[in-house]
T-cell receptor
């Protein structure tokens, strides 16, 4: 069975600090996909990134960057120069490749608070 | 604009009552899902449906029921058998292999 663990329950930083959210996953599958979602106070989940298991290239999108390391089964998310608008709950999620019904397995979530 | 509409945004239930949460989509997506969110536990899958008139239990289906009579609609009923229904409920659809869209959620509180 798959499992996703987000070690940090809550993180509090001051604006302009860099912050890294950790995500570790467990699976026996060789093909899988990893996701990060942002949940602002309004409640909806906002898609940030999807990564497949064959692509270990790190990705940068503006102030966001992701570090995928299969050797340590980790898919960490870094926000550079954090802003108050980054305050939200962030979820890491996993899905096994070839799954017929597309079940996402979520981590417990990390509450990020960015103070002005 | 295409999207998912969940209603109501807030719902209060008396103990022993059944309540139904609405999820409507105009994205023309075949697959629909219901997730439950509790603090510190992430999102857990309640039910999912891949096509009309078909649905499957997820990880925590006890005390819940669903129907899928139309492609656009996937209502979730929280029955009196659900002992701890207070939670945030999210509906989602899926297009293609891994393109998920989530609704804005319904917050259910037992009073």
């Amino acid at each position: 069975a798959q499992k996703v663990t987000q070690a940090q329950t809550e993180i509090s930083v001051v604006e302009k600090e860099d912050v890294t959210l950790d995500c570790v996953y467990e699976t026996r599958d060789t093909t899988y996909y990893l996701f990060w979602y942002k949940q602002p106070p309004s409640g909806e989940l906002v898609f940030l990134i999807r990564r497949n298991s064959f692509d270990e290239q790190n990705e940068i999108s503006g102030r966001y960057s992701w570090n995928f390391q299969k050797s340590t089964s980790s898919f960490n998310f870094t926000i550079t120069a954090s802003q108050v608008v980054d305050s939200a709950v962030y979820f890491c999620a996993f899905i096994a490749g070839g799954t017929s019904y597309g079940k996402l397995t979520f981590g417990q979530g990390t509450i990020l608070t960015v103070h002005p | 604009d295409g999207g998912i509409t969940q209603s109501p945004k807030y719902l209060f239930r008396k103990e022993g009552q059944n309540v139904t949460l609405s999820c409507e989509q105009n994205l023309n997506h075949d697959a629909m899902y219901w997730y439950r969110q509790d603090p510190g536990q992430g999102l857990r899958l309640i039910y999912y449906s891949q096509i009309v008139n078909d649905f499957q239990k997820g990880d925590i289906a006890e005390g819940y029921s669903v129907s899928r009579e139309k492609k656009e609609s996937f209502p979730l009923t929280v029955t009196s058998a659900q002992k701890n229904p207070t939670a945030f409920y999210l509906c989602a659809t899926r297009a293609g292999a891994y393109g998920y869209t989530f609704g804005s959620g319904t917050r259910l509180t037992v009073v």
